[in-house]
C-alpha cells in the first residue's frame, strides 16, 4: 500500500513515462506503470518532475521594502545607505511578514530549500534574526531554511556587530558571513568571520568584489583562509562582479585559485546587473560573471535571487526558473549541453550547498516539483510553470495549468 503514487511523469535518466511511490515519505519504486491503490495519486500528464529548487543566496529579513526606500542614482552606496536607515525601523513582526510573503512566493515557484542572510548588526540586532527563525518553523513542512548570521555594514570597527553574529550562532544561525568589502579593513573582517566559523565549526559565506574594477580582488585572501584553516569545500561567495572586467589571464588565475581551495560562487544576475555600470552612458556592462565558464572549470557555481522588491533589486518573484533563464539570456547561452548546465546550477549544485540531494531514485526523499515542460532544458527556455509541489510525500502547493478557452 503507497501513500502516494505519480504516475505518467517525466524525470532525468528515464526515456519514457514512469510511475513513481512513496511511502512514509520515502521513494519506494520507479516503474513505467505501478498498480496500486495508493492513498492519493496525482497525474503528472507527461510533464516534467525534479527535486525542485534550491536558493543559495537570498535575503528574507530586508525583502519587500521598496516603498521604504528612494532610488534616485541606482547604485550600490545608495541601495546600501537606503536599506540602512530602514533597517533602523524593522520589528520582529514586520520582518515575519515580509519574509513569509517571500517564502511563500518560492514554494509556489518550486523552491525545497534556501539559504538566507540575516544581518545581525546595531540596526537591527537579533529581531530580523528571531523573525527569520520564526519563518523557518512555520513553512518547515515545505521548505527547508538555512540562516546565515551576516555583517552587512562592517565588522572590525563594531565591537557590537560581533557580539551580536557569536549570539545568533549560539542560537541557531547555521552559517556565518560577512561583507568585505564594506569594512574599513576588508582582509581582517574575513579573518574574523572565519575565526567564528572555525569557533562554532560552521561554513562561511562571503559577499566578494562587488564592482567592476579587475583591481584588489579579496578572492587570493579568501582562498589563502580557506586552505590555511582546511576548509575547502566549506566556503561560498557570492557577486564577485569583478572577474567580469577582468582580463582573460587574471581571471583565470582566479578561477584557479577558487579551484583550488574548491570555494562555491554564486551568481546573482537581478541585482548584479540593476547595479553595475551606473557611469557608462553607452555600451554599458553587463558586470555579471559567466558561471558556466567557471562551471566548465571545475568549480561549483549557482544562481540566485539575492533581493526581492528593494533598493538593490527593486523587481522579483522569487521564481529561480526566471533567474536562470534571465542569466543564460544575458550570458548568450543557447547549446543544450550548456542549458543543461544552468538548470544544475538551481539544482544539484544548489543543493550541495545546503547539504540537500535532487536525485529522484530509491530510498530518496519524496520532494517533488510537477513543471509545465518535458525536459529539464525546457524549464529553463521556456521559465516553465511549476504546477504542484511534494515535500516528503506530503503535497504543498498546486497552481492551477492555464487553458484556453476556444470560442
Do not use: W
Not at 544576475?269 to 555579471?288: K, Q
Amino acid at each position: 500500500m503507497l501513500d502516494l503514487l505519480i504516475k505518467n511523469a517525466r524525470i532525468e535518466g528515464y526515456e519514457t513515462l514512469v510511475s513513481i511511490g512513496v511511502t512514509n515519505g520515502i521513494i519506494t519504486c520507479i516503474e513505467a506503470i505501478i498498480n496500486s491503490d495508493a492513498e492519493i495519486i496525482y497525474d503528472a500528464n507527461d510533464h516534467f518532475v525534479c527535486s525542485g529548487f534550491y536558493e543559495s543566496h537570498i535575503h528574507l529579513d530586508k525583502a519587500c521594502i521598496l516603498e521604504r526606500c528612494t532610488i534616485a542614482e541606482g547604485t550600490l552606496a545608495e541601495a546600501v545607505s537606503e536599506t540602512g536607515n530602514a533597517k533602523k525601523e524593522f520589528t520582529e513582526e514586520d520582518v515575519f511578514e515580509r519574509a513569509s510573503r517571500v517564502v511563500e512566493m518560492a514554494i509556489k515557484k518550486g523552491t525545497m530549500g534556501l539559504r538566507t542572510f540575516v544581518e545581525t548588526d546595531p540596526k537591527t540586532e537579533l529581531r530580523a534574526f528571531e523573525a527569520i527563525k520564526r519563518v523557518r518553523k512555520r513553512y518547515a513542512f515545505a521548505i527547508d531554511m538555512e540562516i546565515c548570521a551576516f555583517a552587512q555594514e562592517g565588522l572590525t570597527t563594531e565591537k557590537q556587530t560581533q557580539r551580536l553574529l557569536r549570539k545568533a550562532l549560539q542560537n541557531g544561525a547555521d552559517l556565518v558571513g560577512g561583507c568585505p568589502y564594506k569594512d574599513e579593513n576588508p582582509y581582517e573582517h574575513i579573518e574574523i568571520i572565519f575565526d567564528l566559523a572555525e569557533e562554532f565549526d560552521v561554513n562561511v559565506d562571503f559577499h566578494l568584489d562587488f564592482d567592476l574594477d579587475p583591481n584588489n580582488s579579496s578572492i587570493p585572501k579568501i582562498a589563502e583562509e580557506t586552505k590555511n584553516r582546511n576548509y575547502e569545500g566549506r566556503v561560498s561567495i557570492g557577486h564577485v562582479t569583478k572577474l567580469s572586467a577582468m582580463p582573460r589571464t587574471q581571471r583565470l588565475e582566479m578561477a584557479m585559485l577558487l579551484k583550488e581551495a574548491d570555494i562555491a560562487l554564486t551568481v546573482l544576475p537581478a541585482t548584479d546587473v540593476f547595479l553595475n555600470g551606473r557611469d557608462y552612458e553607452s555600451l554599458i556592462p553587463r558586470g555579471m560573471v559567466n558561471a558556466n565558464a567557471l562551471s566548465e572549470k571545475g568549480i561549483t557555481t549557482t544562481i540566485s535571487s539575492n533581493n526581492i522588491l528593494n533598493a538593490f533589486t527593486p523587481y522579483g518573484d522569487a521564481s529561480l526558473v526566471r533567474m536562470a533563464n534571465m542569466y543564460a539570456n544575458i550570458a548568450q547561452l543557447s547549446k543544450d549541453s550548456a542549458i543543461q548546465e544552468v538548470y544544475n546550477m538551481i539544482t544539484k549544485n544548489a543543493a550541495k550547498l545546503l547539504s540537500k540531494q535532487t536525485e529522484i531514485k530509491l530510498g530518496s526523499p519524496a520532494n517533488f516539483v510537477v513543471l509545465e515542460a518535458v525536459t529539464a532544458i525546457d524549464v529553463i527556455r521556456t521559465i516553465a510553470q511549476p504546477l504542484a509541489g511534494f515535500k516528503n510525500g506530503i503535497q504543498t502547493f498546486s497552481n492551477t495549468q492555464a487553458t484556453i478557452n476556444f470560442p
